[in-house]
């Protein structure tokens, strides 16, 4: 393949077609979308090992391009970021799932919380207290009903990290570590933030059935949580063996393409109705 040149971006489209843009056109197809409402929002389950039964809904973005059809976050979050398009893209989310949650939640389904991923940005923003308690005003929505994900990355600095997330906890939101394992963790400081919930990264997931160490690593990230009384949340989990593995190490709630892929609110309603 040619290379492409410092200054294009590589998207792809559902068919994974891949189409480089240019960053300066990206720039400006973003701030349409955002202006003119191109992003949609799918839901992924997540299921309480032992019930089985739907607890939690991930908010997770996709770019429902014109010309192109939906597009990957993985295409545009990384550039948004770099670009700082993503605190209004951010303040989108935000305010669409705690919509949504609420629309459910008035439409009888069970109440559950709906997390919502926040970028190094929107962490790390002034008054972030102040726009999610707005949003949450506005919507309606009940704040224990919301979840936040954090990645390892945002608590390097620890003090910052300490205080911003004991802002988001007067709130009386719900705050998770996603991707638990691949970044920077301290255990030793991991005690002393005022979170909820751990989430396994799924590259942990993956080869617990066939890597040894990951099993190990996997049992005893779950074995902390439960003394350091929080609750944990494995991603990525594709097979019935995984399950087990986790069900037998007694891992709160699973999360993956083996109860359902990121859906269409439509789709997850059908899911509320019937069960997975
Ligand atoms: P993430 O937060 O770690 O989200 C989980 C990703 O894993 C999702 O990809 C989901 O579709 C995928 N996934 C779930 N179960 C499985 C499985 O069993 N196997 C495999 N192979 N994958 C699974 P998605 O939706 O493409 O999102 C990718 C990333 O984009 C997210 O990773 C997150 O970092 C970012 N992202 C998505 N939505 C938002 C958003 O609203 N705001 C921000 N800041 N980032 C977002
Ligand atoms: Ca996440
Ligand atoms: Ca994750
Ligand atoms: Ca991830």
Redesign the pocket.
């Known amino acids: 393949a040619k290379e492409k040149g410092r200054n294009d971006f590589q998207i792809f489209n559902t068919d994974m077609k891949s189409v480089s843009i240019n960053r300066l056109k990206l720039e400006s197809e973003l701030r349409r979308a955002i202006v003119g409402d191109e992003f949609v929002l799918y839901y992924?389950p997540q299921v309480d090992i032992e019930t089985g039964r739907i607890v939690g809904v991930e908010?997770?973005?996709r770019w429902d391009h014109p010309g192109k059809g939906l597009i990957?976050?993985?295409y545009f979050?990384p550039f948004a970021e770099e670009s700082g398009l993503?605190v209004p893209i951010?303040e989108w989310?935000l305010r669409a799932a705690c919509k949504q949650n609420k629309a459910w939640q008035n439409q009888g389904y069970p109440m559950m919380p709906i997390s919502?991923?926040?970028?190094m940005r929107q962490f790390f923003q002034h008054n972030l207290k102040g726009k999610i308690r707005h949003v949450l005003e506005q919507t309606g929505l009940d704040p224990q009903y919301l979840e936040l994900?954090i990645t390892e990355s945002m608590t390097m600095d620890v003090d910052h990290a300490i205080q911003s997330l004991l802002e988001l906890k007067e709130l009386g939101v719900n705050v998770s570590i996603?991707?638990f394992g691949t970044g920077y963790s301290s255990l030793y400081y991991l005690k002393k933030f005022p979170i909820d919930k751990l989430k396994i990264d799924?590259s942990f997931v993956r080869d617990i059935m066939v890597d040894p160490n990951d099993a190990a690593i996997v049992a005893t990230i779950i074995a902390m949580t439960h003394h350091l009384n929080l609750k944990v949340i494995a991603?990525?989990?594709?097979t019935e063996d995984q399950l087990h593995f986790l069900h037998e190490n007694r891992c709160n709630e699973v999360?993956?393409?083996w109860f359902s892929?990121?859906v269409s609110a439509d789709e997850l309603e059908k899911m509320l109705k019937t069960g997975i």
């Open positions: 992924q908010a997770l973005i990957s976050p993985n979050i993503i951010g989310v919502v991923n926040l970028s994900e996603d991707d799924r991603e990525g989990v594709e999360q993956g393409y892929p990121p």
